[in-house]
């Protein structure tokens, strides 16, 4: 099946997005033509998931890099290391920010060798890469879980963790595109993901494109279908998971986990190697966005809570890997102990770089 | 402390609502002046919240009686039957509803021994009576709750069960309520409830109003600030209460029983006995309201999702028995077995009637 939209792409001179604030109601691109506008469009969520940030962030570099006004490679650095920095500094809980700007960062670090014009052309193409690279590891997600979902199954998700959220294909959407490109007969129900409501604005969307049934419920009323025995499985995305498996995703997330649980319901993550943070041993150490709490009050510019209202506009929780039956990778499903089964995957990903 | 607001009162040849549907942007008075406008409000939620809606439909009630064109009492009662037929068949899940139909029901056939303009008069009396009736009983739940909550507590709360949704006080802020006039130092977490609201429209403007300190939340962040331990208790109103003690309310209050049984936190209901249905022995038997889809893709008018797409829109969930820490009523606080507890209050209220 096509892709039915372009997250990201790379343009030669400007990098062109899709503008998710403004789906359902507008399908429009906007051009991100220096780093200024890529840092405005990661914070107010143009783009979003963790995965499109990453490759978001690769590419804004590769433009800033492109951009440079210093002709000295020491200039340069200095000027390239600021951009970096800059990116790094737009969220804080999705690690694939921190891995893209890593590896963009290591890229030029380790070429001192080739002139600044190959240098440049070579960030481009690495973040190009990315891009590719994203696409191919979504499918590989698709592949590994598309067996957790059975024919029959109605499919919870929260939150969007689909071809918009990635450089297409998506991590927990992705999984259930495959098992419905298989020919399952599923169905998703999409909770709305209060504040932002990118499962009613962006998740209802992509699977309507896509052919996948889907029914849009608030996310209160997930506790009742399940409930009423109308949920089978619970698949999400991720912004960073520990070592341990503790998995950080959009709020609301770790309240569907404790109700699957409760209902005895299998609750799987969704997520290439690179959302997973071996440096954080558990979900403790991972940081937590807080939003404007406008969010909250306000929809679609709309007030709907009083004048002066105390809000709390939390970005993510902590779902503990105890209430995770398996974190989906594009090497296989990892199940509890998490952290060996994650060794094994990054030996085996430096096995295949290596080779 | 005097009520902030006026629910609903009876004014000679109208009542007067405070159009909830209007709140917090503005506070306006609507004057119902016949049964038809009454039904609208009752469906159109421009009052809500079982209490409240028992008040209103006896009060509109009194009003088909005093508006009645029939003139001999048996074509009377005929129209006064279709009246209350009419009134009953607004909404299916609120007990209170049924109960306040029912009474005023029988006072028309209990007394065929006066004439007709004496009884419209004790209708007008009866509906009155109840709303003052009902202002007590909330003071009296307040009363018998207030020990639950402890100085220094935050309590969560689902949907608006305060004065709003009652004739004034409040069933669930009324227990907050008059903890706080008990001088505890006490804070409300107000979920937002979604589709429509309540939280973040009504109840944190009904608290804001009484200088109860309240902080708003998107329901899904409920389970998130439980895990951070900033919850102590959880404290709802409910529509219909099975004999066994499961509760139908706002749909999400299921998801939040789940979760604070997960976390440890004592989960309360507060409710008059007339939400009590000892007709039907557990929660399957509640009829649940399913509303208008459309309340779930649009927000204040502004659509939220894509054009076509599916959404469910069910009104309530029910929290079965075994959730719930305790029931406060104005007779006293019940705990699992409820049946034999409800029994013993519906006796002593039987007693207090006849003496």
Same mark, same amino acid.
């Given at each position: 099946m096509e892709d039915p939209f372009r997250t990201i792409e790379w343009k030669g001179d400007h990098i062109r997005l /899709?503008?998710? $604030? /403004?789906l359902p109601g507008r399908e429009e691109y906007v051009a991100i033509r220096n780093v200024d506008q890529m840092c405005d469009a990661i914070q107010r969520l143009v783009v979003r998931g963790a995965p499109a940030i990453g490759v978001a962030a690769a590419m804004g570099i590769a433009l800033g890099a492109l951009n +440079? @006004?210093? $002709?000295?490679r020491e200039a340069f650095n200095s000027e390239f290391d600021e951009v970096c920095s800059r990116i790094a500094a737009t969220?804080? $809980? *999705?690690v694939n920010l921190f891995w893209a700007v890593n590896r963009m960062r290591k890229l030029s670090q380790a070429r +001192? #060798? !080739?002139d600044l014009t190959q240098l440049k052309q070579l960030l481009i193409r690495e973040a190009v890469a990315m891009e590719k690279e994203d696409r191919a590891l979504c499918e590989r997600i698709g592949a590994m879980g598309k067996d957790l979902i059975e024919d029959g199954d109605t499919v919870l998700t929260h939150c969007n963790a689909g071809g918009l959220a990635t *450089? =297409?294909?998506?991590t927990a959407l992705g999984v259930i595109r495959a098992a419905f490109e298989a020919g399952k007969r599923i169905s998703v129900v999409s909770d709305e993901t209060r504040p932002l409501n990118q499962g009613a604005r962006i998740t209802s969307w992509e699977l309507m494109k896509l052919g996948i049934p889907v029914t849009l419920i608030p996310d209160n009323t997930a506790g009742a279908l399940m409930q009423r025995g109308r949920i089978q499985k619970v698949i999400v995305g991720a912004d960073r998971i520990a070592a341990d498996g503790d998995a950080a995703n959009k709020i609301g997330t770790y309240s569907v986990a404790v109700l699957a649980k409760y209902h005895g319901i299998p609750f799987y993550v969704a997520a290439p /190697? @690179?959302?997973? #943070?071996? @440096? !954080?041993?558990?979900? #403790? =150490?991972i940081p937590i966005e807080e939003r404007d709490p406008k969010e909250v009050t306000h929809i679609s510019g709309v007030r709907? +809570?009083?004048?002066g209202v105390d809000a709390l506009n939390i970005a993510f929780d902590v779902t503990p890997h105890?209430?995770?039956a398996g974190i989906v990778t594009e090497w296989g499903v990892a199940s509890d102990p998490f952290e060996e089964t994650f060794a094994k995957y990054f030996l085996r990903k430096s096995e295949e770089t290596a080779s």
């Open positions: /899709l503008d998710q $604030t /403004l +440079a @006004s210093e $002709t000295n969220r804080p $809980t *999705a +001192a #060798d !080739i *450089a =297409g294909y998506g /190697l @690179s959302t997973i #943070d071996m @440096s !954080i041993p558990s979900g #403790d =150490g709907i +809570a009083p004048d105890k209430l995770i």
